[in-house]
């Protein structure tokens, strides 16, 4: 009786298996898993310092257009600070530093107080590289993007950004 009962025990087993395979083969066929909901980025980020109306303001608006497009092209982080208050260099300054402080590989600014911001923190903060658009001086860790049309703005900041995003992830 014991061999019996050994046996049915391995065929229930073996039946249970096979059951399970099976609802597990037609429950899933042909499923697909959806899309990521999130975006995974490299260990780059560009970071853009703006007057008080953001991205959306006349002068920075191309300038985070060529950044998203380099983040599309290179999964590198983009992000912008608006400075608010009043419109001076001198007030701009502790929106460089925060943006120094987050670690941005590549800070760009537009705008005549934060361009100017910037050009000055960045005998500073040599370890960080600038990139002012419409006016400035070139230095060692500076790249200026003289002022044009939108699209000429775009495409320059696109690519600075591109090439900076290869070099820190070695691309």
């Not at 009786?1 to 046996?7: A, D, E, I, P, V």
């Not at 912008?80 to 120094?100: C, E, M, W």
Request: glycine fraction near 12%; aromatic fraction near 8%; include cysteine.
């Amino acid at each position: 009786m014991r061999g019996w009962l050994t046996r049915f025990w391995w065929a229930g087993l073996a039946g249970l298996i096979v059951l399970t395979g099976l609802t597990i083969w037609i429950t899933h066929r042909g499923r697909q898993l959806p899309p990521p909901r999130a975006r995974v980025y490299t260990a780059f980020d560009a970071c853009l310092l703006t007057d008080g109306q953001g991205v959306s303001g006349q002068a920075a608006a191309p300038v985070w257009a060529g950044m998203q497009a380099a983040s599309t092209k290179t999964s590198g982080k983009v992000s912008f600070l608006s400075v608010y208050g009043p419109d001076t260099a001198a007030n701009a300054v502790s929106y460089v530093n925060t943006l120094v402080q987050r670690k941005c590989d590549l800070v760009l600014a537009v705008g005549g107080a934060e361009v100017a911001a910037a050009q000055g923190q960045a005998r500073q903060f040599t370890s960080t590289h600038f990139v002012l658009v419409g006016s400035g001086s070139t230095q060692s860790n500076v790249t200026v993007v003289p002022g044009g049309s939108a699209a000429q703005v775009t495409s320059a900041v696109q690519q600075i950004v591109t090439k900076a995003a290869g070099r820190v992830s070695g691309r």
